[in-house]
């Protein structure tokens, strides 16, 4: 008699979490069903298209008009480059925050806690005229270049992760410079070939963080870069799409699939640390 | 060799510096050139700071937190306070350009007096060039020659008139040579935009035949802070951004100044802005807050569910849940927009053949805010799952026995034991996922741009704009030009919030006395 009730609640708790799975894999599905179909529109969709092909792909492929493949590749590029230096710069500022005694070491982590607090896109405004100032004089760093996007991004990225980073680096042992000072080693040698390679996986771990976060920002790219071809595949996408659905519908499902797949992939490696609560909201959520 | 092995770090060290230096002694002389003196301060001191940290032994932990700032202080710090800056003036479009600027732009604008005096001329250009002599008779006998915006009287002799054929006219002024009817047609936009200073008046072109003269039209008279319109005889004096006349006709362009609180008063006071601001403001805390519950309840939901060592395929479903969180949030919110789509979205077609009726997702307010819940629903509740996962195996079992000797049911014990405890571990996650929701400019923007519009507003409003979509499209969208100064007062509004936020999430975790203790 138990037994059979146990068995009961079982299948109850499958067929609720199947439930939830559709409404988590619906927009999913539908998705790759429109990469597929040829029609390349919304109208009568079905979810098993017939004719399935990849002429969507291939249109994407040769689009001038919408450079698909530039705004992917300025996306990767961009995310690509703000995450490695953000990373080397926050790595070197959390350092002395874990090791060095200095006047204003407390004063300075919480100065970078609040700072931190305020998301940068609040600025938006002022950074927009920033840039149109500094155009007149270095257009090079202007609005409409990838320089200055990278350079906000990065002064956005420095905070939260200084605090990560510092947390992981105070749980390695001071004994193993010390060591190294022993054998003769500069400070900066101590931190580079001692701290910096046992810290590697945190610092993967904020490369990938960082990766994600940049690849998927849209309202300082989108205020920041206005032509076709230095468009992010945010910005890019969507201008494509908007008010386009009935009649791209198709080549648009083919761009979401290659645009997501490697940022699922990315996600995967780093979601277990999520579960610890050690980046809570840090990319999203 | 081992010299330069050691000494490696400190050589690279002063290349840097040397070309760091060099960059900017060159910049340096470029902005000074140009008159950008704020700029170049900015400069020299930044050098400066750079050199003494990477030189004095005392700045030596600067040493690594110097470039990680730099970036944080030009772009986090400065443009906040540059925004409260912004948000008591009138930045904006028509008001774009300092005063002096505008002072410049209007003493530059000449007219076209009743009375004025025609001159005949004839046009001489440097071959290959574009410099130009014009030859000028003010048909009382009286000659002129304007080489390069000087002018002088000349008499019919002067030895520069050449006219190597003698056929009477001039050929050749200098080495200028003279214009035929054909070539002055080509040369005419250039020639058209001459101005000839001439007896404080100016020399230009005023149709084919002849140059006339033009008269400065607006003048500053720095002492009474006027501009004074000579051709109508009005005065114009500053008002909050323009030149103004007594009967309040205004002088485009206007230009930059300092309103005081007037952006903020006209949020709060301004009928036609403050009505649908209030919407906004009151839909961004319903958002926020719908968006936390709804995530929560769904991801604790299945975090229980899961959380059964005995379940079969938890870690598939595991991963299958997951998906949407791993997706860039983006390119799901304009998936989600195009299976919306009133007129041929899937959601539509499905409801269609269940023979029901189909829903204005972005027509109507209600329903689009209804959509974008369930869109952030969907984009949300694998992350609550995670978190509450990693809380749920932290409760200790025993709790769970001794609740059930006592004879607790389930939903007691969820109660009494899961959801107290979640929450105490959780608690600050969900706050910053409050604050987080508060600012989520993308789901909102991406699914519908604030959409449908809220009728009679006069700045661009929409039914599910929150405020910093609506920061946004004030600045950056609004077909009636930007209003920086006024996008700029809901920003530091929206900081003041996040602020509040942070300060109730500090004191209900103690994390504030838990840094100052573990730095």
Redesign the interface.
């Known amino acids: 008699m138990y037994r059979r009730q146990d068995k009961k609640i079982?299948l109850l708790?499958?067929l609720?979490?199947w439930i939830?799975?559709i409404?988590?894999?619906?927009?999913?599905v539908?998705?790759l069903s429109a990469a597929l179909n040829p029609a390349n529109?919304?109208?009568?969709?079905k979810l098993i298209p017939t004719n399935a092909n990849f002429d969507n792909f291939k249109y994407l492929f040769n689009n001038e008009q919408h450079p698909f493949l530039i705004w992917l590749w300025n996306s990767v590029k961009i995310s690509f480059i703000t995450a490695t230096i953000a990373v080397s710069?926050?790595a070197?500022?959390a350092?002395?925050?874990s090791r060095?005694k200095?006047r204003g070491?407390?004063k300075?982590?919480?100065v970078?806690?609040l700072?931190q607090?305020?998301?940068?896109?609040?600025?938006?405004?002022?950074?927009?005229?920033?840039f149109l100032n500094i155009q007149e004089?270095l257009p090079a760093f202007g609005l409409n270049t990838h320089p200055a996007i990278i350079?906000?991004y990065?002064?956005?990225a420095?905070?939260v992760n200084?605090w990560l980073m510092k947390g992981y680096l105070d749980t390695i042992p001071t004994s193993l410079e010390e060591a190294a000072y022993i054998d003769g080693a500069?400070?900066?040698q101590a931190?580079y070939k001692i701290i910096l390679p046992l810290a590697r996986p945190i610092l993967a771990v904020l490369f990938v963080l960082q990766f994600?976060a940049t690849?998927?920002e849209?309202?300082l790219a989108?205020?920041i870069l206005n032509s076709n071809e230095k468009y992010t595949l945010?910005v890019g996408?969507?201008l494509f799409?908007?008010d386009m659905?009935?009649n791209r519908?198709g080549v648009?499902?083919a761009a979401?699939l290659i645009?997501?797949i490697p940022?699922?992939l990315l996600?995967?490696l780093v979601?277990k640390y999520?579960?610890?609560?050690l980046i809570?909201?840090a990319v999203?959520? | 060799m081992s010299f330069w092995k050691n000494n490696f770090?400190y050589l690279a060290k002063i290349i840097f510096l040397s070309i760091l230096d060099a960059l900017a002694v060159w910049s340096a002389t470029?902005?000074f050139t140009?008159h950008?003196y704020i700029?170049l301060t900015i400069l020299i001191v930044v050098t400066a700071i750079i050199n003494f940290i990477y030189l004095s032994k005392k700045a030596?932990?600067l040493r690594?937190?110097f470039?990680?700032?730099f970036?944080?202080i030009?772009?986090?710090?400065?443009?906040?306070f540059?925004?409260v800056y912004?948000s008591f003036t009138n930045?904006g479009t028509g008001h774009i350009l300092s005063k002096d600027q505008v002072i410049e732009q209007l003493e530059n604008r000449y007219y076209l007096p009743g009375d004025s005096q025609d001159f005949s001329y004839e046009a001489f250009k440097l071959p290959n060039e574009k410099e130009y002599a014009i030859l000028l008779n003010d048909k009382q006998g009286n000659l002129y020659l304007a080489i390069n915006q000087n002018i002088e009287e000349i008499n019919a002799g002067d030895p520069r008139l050449r006219d190597p054929d003698g056929d009477g006219t001039i050929d050749q002024v200098k080495n200028y040579k003279r214009l035929s009817r054909g070539d002055l047609l080509k040369n005419l936009s250039t020639l058209q935009n001459l101005e000839i200073p001439f007896n404080d008046n100016i020399l230009k072109m005023k149709s084919l035949n002849a140059f006339s003269l033009y008269r400065q039209q607006y003048k500053y008279v720095a002492s009474e802070d006027k501009i004074l319109d000579i051709k109508n005889n009005v005065e114009y004096f500053p008002k909050k951004g323009s030149f103004a006349s007594s009967e309040g006709e205004k002088l485009l362009p206007g230009f930059r100044t300092f309103l005081g609180w007037e952006n903020y008063l006209t949020l709060l006071t301004d009928e036609r802005v403050q009505g649908p601001f209030l919407r906004v403001f009151l839909w961004t805390f319903e958002w926020a807050i719908l968006s936390v519950v709804t995530t929560f309840a769904?991801g604790l939901f299945?975090a229980i569910?899961?959380n059964?060592e005995?379940?079969?395929?938890k870690k598939i479903?595991r991963?299958?849940?997951?998906?949407?969180?791993?997706?860039?949030?983006?390119?799901?919110v304009?998936?989600?927009?195009?299976?919306l789509?009133t007129?041929?979205?899937?959601v539509n077609?499905i409801l269609q053949t269940l023979s029901l009726d189909t829903i204005p997702w972005l027509q109507s307010v209600f329903w689009s805010r209804f959509a974008l819940i369930v869109i952030n629903l969907?984009?949300?509740f694998?992350?609550?799952m995670?978190?509450s996962?990693?809380a749920l195996q932290s409760i200790p079992n025993d709790l769970y026995e001794a609740a059930a000797i006592d004879g607790a049911t389930g939903w007691q014990r969820f109660k009494n034991i899961t959801l107290p405890l979640i929450l105490v571990?959780?608690g600050?996650?969900l706050i910053?996922?409050f604050a987080?929701n508060f600012?989520n400019?993308?789901v909102i923007?991406?699914f519908n741009?604030g959409g449908p519009p809220i009728v009679g507003a006069q700045t661009p409003a929409g039914g599910t704009d929150i405020l910093?979509s609506y920061?946004?499209r004030l600045?950056?969208e609004s077909g009636r030009g930007a209003d920086?100064g006024l996008?700029?007062a809901v920003?530091i509004i929206?900081?003041m919030i996040?602020?509040v936020i942070?300060w109730f999430n500090f004191k209900y975790t103690g994390a504030l006395e838990e840094?100052?203790e573990n730095?």
């Open positions: 079982k708790k499958h609720i979490i939830v799975i409404f988590a894999l619906f927009p999913l539908w998705t529109t919304l109208i009568n969709q710069m926050t070197l500022a350092y002395p925050f060095f200095f070491r407390r300075g982590l919480f970078i806690l700072i607090i305020f998301p940068q896109m609040l600025a938006m405004v002022a950074i927009y005229l920033l004089v350079t906000i990065l002064g956005g420095i905070g200084t500069s400070k900066f931190f994600i690849y998927s849209y309202i989108s205020i945010a996408l969507h799409i908007s659905y009935a519908w648009f499902s979401a645009g997501a940022i699922v996600f995967m979601q999520i579960v610890h609560g809570g909201g999203k959520g | 770090l470029i902005l140009e950008k700029f030596y932990p690594y937190i470039p990680g700032t970036f944080m030009l772009l986090v710090v400065y443009p906040i540059y925004t912004v930045y769904l299945m569910l899961l059964d005995s379940l079969r395929f479903y991963v299958i849940l997951i998906l949407p969180y791993a997706l860039p949030a983006f390119i799901s304009l998936i989600w927009r195009g299976l789509n007129e041929v979205g899937v077609q969907w984009l949300g694998p992350y609550m995670l978190i996962l990693g571990s959780i600050p996650l910053s996922s987080f600012n400019f993308n923007y991406l741009e910093i920061t946004y600045s950056f920086f996008a700029s920003s929206i900081f996040t602020a942070t840094v100052k730095v």
